[in-house]
């Protein structure tokens, strides 16, 4: 699983456009330009608590998205499965027999017969 930086800045590639400017902006000055929530506070002129709150409701419209959408998660299932049909072919090109070729196949196979957003499903 992504640890909660990387998780918010792959939900941010997704959905960014999605959020008020204002929330962009925070996300940005604080997960892309890593300054504290009392720098930002001090930048934008705003309390440290109205940073903590525009993040944690950003994070929270992100994470709507996710749920709603889940095109992150189809991602990471989808990388997943390639991973694997890379692992086969690597352990049949070490001589690992034609079970690994077919099992690469299969898995390859199936996602392109997937329907458009569904890589997430089983």
């Known amino acids: 699983m992504l640890d ?5 800045a792959r939900l941010y590639d997704f959905y960014g456009p999605l959020l008020t400017p204002k929330q962009r902006q925070l996300l940005e000055l604080h997960y892309h330009h890593d300054l504290s929530l009392g720098e930002i506070a001090e930048e934008e ?9 525009g993040l944690h409701r950003a994070i929270k419209a992100l994470e709507d998205y996710e ?3 889940g095109y992150l998660q189809r ?3 989808l990388r997943e499965r390639l991973a694997a049909a890379v692992r086969h072919l690597e352990n049949y090109r070490r001589g690992g027999g034609e079970g690994e070729l077919a099992e690469a ?3 390859l196979e199936r996602l392109l017969e997937l329907p458009e957003g569904s890589a997430g499903k089983n």
């Open 4 to 8: 909660q930086l990387a998780r918010v």
């Open 45 to 53: 002129g705003i309390s440290r608590q109205a940073v903590y709150d």
């Open 67 to 69: 749920a709603r959408l």
């Open 75 to 77: 991602e990471l299932t």
């Open 105 to 107: 196949y299969q898995i």
